[in-house]
């Protein structure tokens, strides 16, 4: 994987921050987006040359089509192509279905699927062009799991994953790979509340996963040891399903 370039978008915190860290550590330049949070987005790239690895940062919207084109033509121009985008950029905002405000369920479509659309097309074409390239999606238990409140995140991860499936069926004699890694609960400030009871009766192992947990299945999809897996879902999730 040395000398490629690898596109994580929300890649300053959490799962995306520790995607970031393992591709850079397997080699490659890391460009890790961020939407609003520059601190954090600098701190991994700290991180990222703490373990001897090199990136950069980009500051841009997923869900703004015009804003993320802007950006990733003139990342293009940098780099001339991306060998490995990780769509990892998500969105929350839960409610009941019957509560649910039309706002609460665009904000949540429009980072996960029209995000996707926003980044992936630039970025795919290039990849076709040059006949090779991998593409991991971020999507979650909760595309197969439903949970009350997440109507809007269910339907969106549910979305994303159809739409690799799909892709990868498109693109895969053209030298390209798109997969999906799905996480169950992971440590992150949300899990840390939660009862050990509770998580006990709902994880088989007993356990919420580690955001390095997932980076490492990432990392093993954009790898060349994973040549012939494409339009698969991975479930990373201790059991749960």
Not at 72 to 88: P, T
């Amino acid at each position: 994987m040395s000398k490629q370039i690898a596109l994580v978008t929300g890649g300053s915190r959490g799962i995306g921050r520790a995607i970031c860290l393992e591709l850079a550590k397997s080699g490659s330049f890391v460009v890790v987006n961020f939407r609003s949070n520059k601190k954090a987005a600098e701190e991994t790239l700290e991180i990222i040359h703490q373990a001897g690895g090199t990136g950069e940062t980009i500051c841009f919207d997923v869900a703004n089509q015009e804003e993320t084109g802007h950006n990733i033509e003139a990342l293009l121009m940098r780099h001339d192509a991306i060998d490995i985008l990780v769509n990892n950029a998500g969105e929350t905002a839960d409610s009941l279905f019957a509560l649910m405000s039309l706002e609460e369920w665009m904000k949540v479509l429009n980072t996960s699927l029209q995000g996707f659309y926003n980044v992936t097309k630039p970025i795919l074409m290039k990849m076709l062009n040059r006949k090779r390239g991998c593409i991991v999606t971020v999507s979650s238990v909760s595309a197969r799991l439903g949970q009350r409140g997440q109507t809007n995140y269910s339907a969106a991860k549910a979305g994303l994953e159809g739409a690799c499936r799909s892709l990868a069926s498109e693109v895969a004699r053209l030298g390209v790979r798109v997969n999906v890694v799905a996480p169950g609960l992971i440590e992150t400030e949300m899990s840390q509340n939660l009862p050990k009871e509770i998580i006990k009766q709902i994880i088989p192992m007993g356990r919420v996963g580690l955001p390095e947990e997932i980076a490492r299945v990432v990392r093993f999809l954009c790898s060349d040891e994973a040549s012939y897996i494409t339009g698969q879902v991975i479930s990373v999730n201790g059991g749960m399903i």
